[in-house]
């Protein structure tokens, strides 16, 4: 008698622009049983600044998997770059990398800014998109849901003056690391860069487009 045809699930990835929920996305997977184990639950790529044909190799390789991105208001990634002592610019080039290779991606868009009466059902087709039944983790589902806490953040002055007031910071200062040769010496010098929020139009422009959000 022929057997029946077992179809196999896709493995699972994650692609991410930094600071944007890994953590939280991270954590919720574990719940599920699916830890990270350095790759072997699944590979995770954060977006790079520039699409080289090595990074660009990386991301075909997460074609035809179940990919879990994460979503967050892109101007607090820039604010946290700042706090982090590094370039806005940088994560702004990350966004724009990201949103060229997403097209690729079998992805489930996990948006951190997702409204409070809709997370439960956000969390429940999280489930789904990676091939599991919610209804088997309702309880993990209806707690993380109501925790609802963002992993790894920070609380900055520039943060709070955004999300209180809409104000952005005009410029930064960045910590320039020198090496003299051939005296090998490191050098630390300080630059004020002025940053560029239009920059971020296009990674903003696609946030706001998400159902899931009110932004």
Same mark, same amino acid.
């Given at each position: 008698?022929?057997?029946?045809?077992?179809?196999?699930?896709?493995?699972?990835?994650?692609?991410?622009?930094?600071?944007?929920?890994?953590?939280?996305?991270?954590?919720?997977?574990?719940?599920?049983?699916?830890?990270?184990?350095?790759?072997?639950?699944?590979?995770?790529?954060?977006?790079?600044?520039?699409?080289?044909?090595?990074?660009?190799?990386?991301?075909?390789?997460?074609?035809?998997?179940?990919?879990?991105?994460?979503?967050?208001?892109?101007?607090?990634?820039?604010?946290?770059?700042?706090?982090?002592?590094?370039?806005?610019?940088?994560? #702004? @080039?990350? !966004?724009?990398?990201?949103?060229?290779?997403?097209?690729?991606?079998?992805?489930?868009? *996990?948006?951190? &800014?997702?409204?409070?009466?809709?997370?439960?059902?956000?969390?429940?087709?999280?489930?789904?998109?990676?091939?599991?039944?919610?209804?088997?983790?309702?309880?993990?589902?209806?707690?993380? #849901? @109501?925790? !609802?806490?963002?992993?790894?953040?920070?609380?900055?002055?520039?943060?709070?003056?955004? *999300?209180?007031? &809409?104000?952005?910071?005009?410029?930064?200062?960045?910590?320039?690391?020198?090496?003299?040769?051939?005296?090998?010496?490191?050098?630390?010098?300080?630059?004020?860069?002025?940053?560029?929020?239009?920059?971020?139009?296009?990674?903003?422009?696609?946030?706001?487009?998400?159902?899931?959000?009110?932004?």
């Amino acid at each position: 008698m022929p057997q029946p045809m077992v179809t196999e699930q896709p493995p699972l990835s994650m692609l991410t622009v930094t600071h944007t929920g890994t953590h939280f996305a991270m954590a919720f997977l574990e719940l599920l049983g699916i830890p990270h184990n350095a790759g072997r639950g699944y590979t995770h790529h954060h977006a790079a600044p520039e699409l080289t044909p090595h990074m660009k190799e990386r991301y075909e390789q997460l074609i035809g998997t179940k990919c879990i991105v994460t979503a967050r208001d892109p101007i607090l990634s820039g604010i946290r770059y700042i706090h982090n002592g590094t370039s806005v610019q940088q994560v #702004a @080039d990350c !966004w724009d990398v990201f949103l060229e290779v997403l097209p690729w991606m079998d992805a489930f868009i *996990l948006d951190m &800014g997702c409204r409070e009466e809709d997370r439960v059902e956000h969390l429940c087709d999280f489930v789904r998109h990676i091939g599991k039944d919610p209804d088997e983790y309702m309880d993990d589902i209806l707690e993380y #849901a @109501d925790g !609802w806490k963002p992993l790894n953040t920070s609380n900055s002055v520039e943060k709070r003056k955004y *999300l209180e007031l &809409g104000q952005l910071p005009e410029t930064q200062i960045l910590n320039i690391h020198r090496k003299l040769v051939p005296r090998r010496e490191t050098v630390e010098t300080t630059l004020t860069k002025k940053i560029d929020w239009t920059a971020f139009d296009n990674a903003v422009a696609w946030y706001k487009s998400l159902p899931t959000n009110d932004a």
